[in-house]
């Protein structure tokens, strides 16, 4: 139970990492504040996850709006009187394309929800978080490090590697108040988005969709994708008392991928 007694702020949470991270905030004893854009995917997964909503709170929460932000993690102290964590999935990815195509109106969108949008959310949450220390973990992307050769999605690798930047100035900024700040790094992730990438990719090519994973799985050291549980349960870890000495890291979630 590595959340016994605590409070998570979790932004982003629709059907993929986000649910999943909550559910391991809950299944490890923790709390969950749940905040997406939309009410009603919020409700029905609060009401899935824990259906007497004994440990769990949700507000519509738009992280490029910071009344929105501020009135998130006031939920969370008002409904369960602390902070303990908050773990960062509320993104933008769906963008793509490179630097010669670029709508850079629409790169700024991006940088404005991934990059200010979680500083904006975190801030929102340090007055908790420094009454008695904590986590602020964000999940960021492979890509950010090590460019994909098929997909190109140059915003968002270029707003998620400032984020991890942002994160190694935070976790000296605020590791005198005892908050540690990390980063979860997923690879090719399997859930919802990369099954709908291998799905499409197999129509298109006219393939099974097992020869469209194998090609992804066959960079890895091992011989499955990182699945959404697993980076949850990454975050879940580093949201936790067992992370106590961890601050300004990176950790990768992707088989190994090379």
């Known amino acids: 139970m590595l959340l016994r007694g605590r409070t998570v702020v979790v932004s982003g949470v629709g059907a993929g990492l986000g649910r999943r991270i909550a559910g391991a905030v ?11 854009r939309t009410e009603r995917h919020l409700a029905a997964t609060a009401g899935e996850l824990d259906p007497g909503g004994e440990r769990t709170a949700h507000r519509a929460t738009d992280i490029t709006d910071e009344a929105q932000c501020e009135a998130l993690a006031h939920l969370a102290v008002e409904r369960f009187g602390r902070i303990d964590a908050v773990i960062h999935v509320a993104a933008r990815d769906t963008c793509f394309g490179g630097l010669a195509d670029a709508d850079f109106a629409v790169w700024r969108e991006v940088v404005e929800v991934n990059l200010l949008g979680t500083l904006r959310m975190t801030r929102a949450c340090l007055p908790a978080l420094r009454e008695r220390g904590g986590a602020v973990v964000i999940i960021g ?5 090590a460019a994909p050769s098929h997909v190109r999605q ?8 400032a984020l991890t930047s942002a994160m190694l100035s935070l976790a000296r900024e605020l590791g005198p108040d005892r908050i540690r700040v990390n980063t979860v790094v997923p690879g090719w992730m399997w859930g ?29 050291a091992l011989p499955d994708l990182a699945s959404d549980g697993d980076v949850a349960e990454a975050a879940v870890f580093l949201a936790s008392d ?5 601050t300004g890291q990176s950790l990768l979630v992707n088989a190994g991928e090379r």
Not at 141 to 145: H, I, L, N
């Open 26 to 36: 809950l299944r490890d004893g923790g709390r969950a504040v749940l905040g997406a």
């Open 192 to 220: 919802p988005p990369v099954q709908a990438y291998v799905r499409a990719s197999a129509r298109a090519e006219g393939v099974p969709e097992s020869e469209v994973l194998g090609r992804l799985t066959g960079r890895m």
């Open 154 to 161: 140059t915003a968002y690798a270029a707003s998620k590697g």
């Open 242 to 246: 067992r992370a106590r000495a961890i």
């Open 141 to 145: 992307t492979q890509s950010a490090v």
